[in-house]
């Protein structure tokens, strides 16, 4: 029985934890993987990591990366693109 009593204070003190973070302002706590955020797909709801990157056309070398918790990719390539100059 004491051990019991230990294990549920110890579940207590980590779901204590958790509501001081949500109560900081955190929308989201993943056990697993801290960094993830639950996204949508079209599969349903799934913690995942929204990752894009911009591409070199000629080469196809990665030329930058932004990893993101925002589920859609609105405003997230602003200044990243830069136009060949045409001669």
């Known amino acids: ?5 230990n294990e549920l204070r110890e579940r207590a003190s980590k779901y204590r934890e958790y509501h001081s973070r949500f109560r900081a302002g955190e929308k989201q706590i993943l056990e697993t993987d801290p960094e993830c955020r639950t996204l949508h797909s079209k599969d349903g709801l799934y913690p995942a990591h929204n990752i894009q990157k911009a591409t070199d056309t000629a080469n196809h070398f990665i030329t930058n990366y932004e990893t993101m918790t925002a589920n859609n990719n609105q405003g997230s390539w602003a200044g990243w693109a830069k136009l060949p100059k045409r001669s």
């Open 1 to 5: 029985m004491p051990d019991k009593l």
